[in-house]
């Protein structure tokens, strides 16, 4: 759900996403059970997209994070560096 919401965001333009790329799931999964055992698998059954009509797992954040930086928590300082700016009208 993590991504599904920062992805709706940044395309709504109500958000700066922040951050690495994501774990590029590739679309949505179905639990099932087989009859009469207690086994289970899960298979893909839809594939996702981006309000842009991208693949969902091609979405990369607006600011990437840049983890060789110095700074001892990046996206901490990623942060900072955001709240610190000038507002935009």
Same mark, same amino acid.
């Given at each position: 759900m993590a991504e599904g919401?920062?992805?709706g965001l940044d395309a709504m333009? #109500?958000?700066t996403s922040v951050g690495t790329e994501?774990?590029?799931l590739r679309g949505a999964v179905t639990y099932f059970? !087989?009859?009469n055992s207690s086994f289970g698998f899960t298979i893909p059954?839809?594939?996702l997209y981006q309000p842009k009509g991208l693949p #969902?797992?091609?979405f990369v954040p607006t600011r990437r994070l840049d983890l060789t930086r110095p700074a001892a928590d990046?996206? !901490?300082a990623q942060a900072l560096e955001l709240l610190n700016?000038?507002?935009k009208p």
């Open positions: 919401i920062t992805i333009g #109500r958000a994501m774990a590029r059970r !087989l009859p059954t839809e594939r #969902r797992e091609e990046a996206g !901490l700016a000038p507002a």
